[in-house]
Every structure is written in structure tokens, then in C-alpha cells.
């Protein structure tokens, strides 16, 4: 019996039959070296990650306020935002840290706008190399105004492009229980939330921060671009984010009290970060605004398992439809649409969340 060998390019068919193209991008090293961090503002990303840990632990008796638009996709108007909210940051110090939501990368429940990383031109076109350079240009210029920025790791390589802005991240309800996106936090440098799962299940992120905690090997890649062997050390600023899910709301106190002792049990840290938004919402930003009232309630009259909250607030009300496909590539998408309005989730307007953030700050004062 003669057994047929492969050609070369047999092969290539075999391995390749669905992939239209493979594009390289610069790597890690190059847009760095291109982008850098400022020596003061390297110490300040790094301060700002410590008063996280602090606050998360409850050393630091502040909230943290992770806030900010759902997605960037002008990195004008999201710095118009960042100007206003490093002011606001500055007048609430004393009660809040605050966090600037600087998200690039979208995960879809099946299809859409994937996030200025993936496709910054918002046309289709995926241009991301553009998009990388952009979410890093953004990151630096908005860190400069005195923010530290908040992202979500989605695609398990732009960490390496872009973590070192970052003071707080998140892995998303969706990807929690990927042991890819564990193994990628194990390794970094900054606190990392975990949300809970679309469908409202805790578990699955407090395993997250188990496995997110200990040391990992797995392949990455390196500066230069290469596929590699990482090995980490763990993270142990890894905790828990309430989002609701498919099952409801979880915000309220005692879906947080079981959570937390759940986490207490597992040996975590038992202070959560509740999201108002998303399916604590509905995606309503108008039940947001609500919701965060009820949490500064609950924070005045002392309730010690929130060590912060999350929300989606941009410069305009509300969120437009925003759809590359129907879009010609290279056409001026931006002229388009509402200026400083989410494309993504429906955000609280600026004055709504300039009010929101009084409250949050009174409410810490009150429990003082
Ligand atoms: O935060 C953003 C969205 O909730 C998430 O990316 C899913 O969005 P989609 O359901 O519109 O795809
Ligand atoms: C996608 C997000 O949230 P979730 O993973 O909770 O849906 C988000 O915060 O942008």
C-alpha cells in the first residue's frame, strides 16, 4: 500500500483552506519604542495601580470609580471626556479614585463593531496596525491629564502593545471563562477584575480569580514578535465584578453579600466592584444613573463589601447605531455621526454622571 505525501503547497491548502489574508503588524517593541511612556508618567500608571490595590483592599477607605465612555471610537471626543473627568477626579479626590474607562477592544455577543483596535477607520477596512497606534497615542494623552485608564483585555496579544498604560483591567462577562484570558491575567501587572458570566453565574469568575491568582505557562508572545513560552507569577489583586446577567440584576444587597462571602470562603478578597451597567441596567443609561443611587446609598449607610462601581458615561446621552458594513471603506464615518455619543452601549450623558459622581463622593463622606 503506497501512501500519498503532501506537496508543500497542499499543505498550505490544508492549513488555509478559510484564511483570505495574514497581515504583519509592528511589534510590541516597535510601537513602544514609537509610543513610549514618560518617566513621570510611568511612576504615576504605577501609583495609581498601588491606591487601586489599596482601595480594592480597603486600606485606601475611597471608592473606585471605574467610568467612562463604553467604547473610544473618536479618540477626540473620548479626550474632550477625559479632560472633563481628570477635573472632576481632581475635585473628588479626597473620596473617589477614578478611573478613566479607556475600552479599544468590544467583544459581540455575534457581530459588530469590534472596537477601535480591530477597526479604527470604523469602515470594515481593519486596519490594525492604525488602530493599535491610535489606542495608544489615546492612552498616553489621556494618562498625561493625570487618569489612570481602565481597559478590557480581549484580544490575548494587544496586551503586550498596550498594558502599560493600563493601572486597572477587566476581562469581560463573556471571556471570563477562557483559560486563555486567566492565564494572560496571571501575568499582569495591574489589578484585574473579573466579571461575572452573560448568563449571572458567579462561579465562574471567582474560579477565574483562583486560576487567575496562581502561576501559568503558556504561549504568548515576546517584545520582539515572536510566539513564546510565558511563565508568571500569578496576580493576586485578581477580584470579582458584578454585572447581572440573563438571570437578572445582581447589584442589590444580598446577591452582593453572597458573592462576597462566597469570595471570602474561596479565600479572596470578599470587596467586589458592582457594574451599574449592562445587566444591572438592562443597558438602560437612564437605570444606570438609578442604580448608582442606590449603591451610594448603600455606601452611606455603611456597607463595606463595595470597593467600587463601574459605569458607562460619555459626553452626549444614549448610544447611536453604528454599522461598518454599511459603510464604504475610507469613507468619513466620523462627519456621520453624533459627536461624543457612544456607537457601543447606551451611556449616561456628562451632566448626569458630573452628578453622579457628587453623590458617590457624598455618600463616601457620609460613611466616614
Ligand atoms: O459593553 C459592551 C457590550 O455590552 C458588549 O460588547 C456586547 O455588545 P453586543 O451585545 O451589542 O454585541
Ligand atoms: C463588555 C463589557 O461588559 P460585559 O463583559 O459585562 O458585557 C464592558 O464593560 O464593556
Redesign the pocket.
Known amino acids: 500500500m503506497s501512501i500519498a505525501v503532501a506537496t508543500e503547497s497542499q499543505q498550505r491548502a490544508n492549513t488555509n483552506e478559510r484564511v483570505l489574508g495574514i497581515t504583519e503588524l509592528p511589534t510590541p517593541a516597535e510601537l513602544v519604542a514609537e509610543l513610549p511612556v514618560g518617566d513621570a508618567q510611568g511612576y504615576r500608571i504605577m501609583r495609581a495601580r498601588q491606591e487601586v490595590r489599596a482601595v480594592l483592599s480597603g486600606l485606601d477607605e475611597r471608592l473606585l470609580v471605574i467610568i467612562g465612555p463604553?467604547?473610544i471610537h473618536d479618540p477626540i471626543s473620548g479626550l474632550e471626556y477625559a479632560t472633563r473627568l481628570a477635573a472632576a477626579a481632581r475635585e473628588h479626590e479626597g473620596e473617589l479614585l477614578v478611573v478613566m474607562r479607556s475600552y479599544f477592544e468590544?467583544?459581540?455577543?455575534?457581530v459588530?463593531w469590534k472596537g477601535l483596535v480591530n477597526d479604527p477607520h470604523l469602515d470594515g477596512s481593519h486596519d490594525m496596525a492604525a488602530g493599535l497606534r491610535a489606542a495608544r497615542e489615546f492612552m498616553l494623552a489621556a494618562s498625561n491629564l493625570g487618569l489612570p485608564l481602565a481597559t478590557e483585555f480581549l484580544e490575548p496579544l494587544s496586551a503586550q502593545y498596550l498594558a502599560d498604560v493600563i493601572s486597572w483591567g477587566a476581562i469581560?462577562a463573556?471571556t471570563t471563562e477562557s483559560q486563555t484570558h486567566r492565564q494572560l491575567v496571571s501575568g499582569l501587572s495591574m489589578p484585574v477584575g473579573f466579571k461575572n458570566g452573560t448568563d449571572g453565574s458567579v462561579q465562574v469568575a471567582i474560579d477565574a480569580c483562583q486560576a487567575a491568582g496562581a502561576p501559568q505557562s503558556f504561549m504568548g508572545i515576546s517584545d520582539e514578535g515572536r510566539t513564546a513560552i510565558v511563565q508568571t507569577a500569578g496576580n493576586q489583586d485578581a477580584h470579582l465584578i458584578l454585572r447581572g446577567g440573563a438571570d437578572g440584576p445582581n447589584f442589590a444587597a444580598e446577591p452582593v453579600a453572597k458573592a462576597s462571602a462566597a469570595m471570602e470562603s474561596a479565600g479572596m478578597n470578599p470587596r467586589v466592584i458592582v457594574d451599574a451597567?449592562?445587566a444591572n441596567s438592562g443597558?438602560s443609561h437612564v437605570r444606570q444613573g438609578e442604580v448608582i443611587a442606590e449603591l451610594a446609598a448603600r455606601i452611606a449607610a455603611g456597607d463595606q463589601k463595595i470597593a467600587g462601581i463601574m459605569a458607562?458615561s460619555f459626553l452626549v446621552p444614549g448610544a447611536q447605531k453604528h454599522d461598518p458594513d454599511t459603510v464604504a471603506a475610507g469613507s468619513d464615518v466620523l462627519s456621520g455621526l453624533t459627536y461624543g455619543q457612544s456607537v457601543?452601549?447606551a451611556c449616561m450623558g456628562w451632566d448626569a454622571s458630573a452628578e453622579l459622581l457628587q453623590t458617590l463622593a457624598a455618600a463616601v463622606r457620609a460613611a466616614r
Not at 106 to 110: D, E, I, L, Q, V
Open positions: 463604553c467604547s468590544k467583544p459581540r455577543t455575534t459588530g469581560g463573556r451597567s449592562h443597558k458607562e457601543t452601549d
